[in-house]
């Protein structure tokens, strides 16, 4: 089992910035696909950014496009989320979701594994 923990989430006024971590154990973090989910009060989940194997980006979403950057350290175990110019809209729990050589759709919301989030709040 992969077990997934999330940190670095908090209050910030609208135009800061906050960098999201998650650090895996369990499992070789190096096959995992890995991305960064949101969820708002009253709404549903949405997929904010996949980074593959390699490091490479391979979805961000159109909301966070020019924001947020994605990235990993496979020595590390660990994927983070840099979000900067940060909005009263972008507040939400933030949590971090695992598949397996890919082998999931990160992109339509499936996934093998996920964090219990950590809250991103912004005031305007």
């Known amino acids: 089992q992969l077990v997934l923990a999330e940190s670095g989430g908090g209050l910030v006024q609208a135009g800061g910035s906050l960098r999201l971590s998650c650090t895996a154990s369990?499992?070789?973090?190096?096959?995992?696909?890995m991305a960064w989910f949101r969820q708002a009060p009253g709404k549903g989940s949405e997929c904010v950014s996949v980074?593959?194997?390699?490091?490479?980006?391979?979805h961000s979403a159109d909301a966070v496009k020019d924001r947020f950057t994605i990235s990993r350290d496979n020595a590390k175990n660990t994927v983070y989320l840099q979000m900067t110019g940060l909005r009263p809209e972008d507040t939400a729990l933030y949590y971090c979701?695992?598949?397996?050589?890919?082998?999931?759709?990160?992109?339509?919301?499936?996934?093998?594994?996920r964090g219990q989030g950590t809250q991103v709040t912004v005031s305007s």
């Open positions: 979701a695992a598949a397996y050589l890919g082998r999931a759709e990160l992109t339509r919301g499936k996934y093998h594994y």
């Open positions: 369990g499992q070789p973090f190096s096959s995992y696909v």
């Open positions: 980074i593959g194997l390699g490091g490479e980006r391979v």
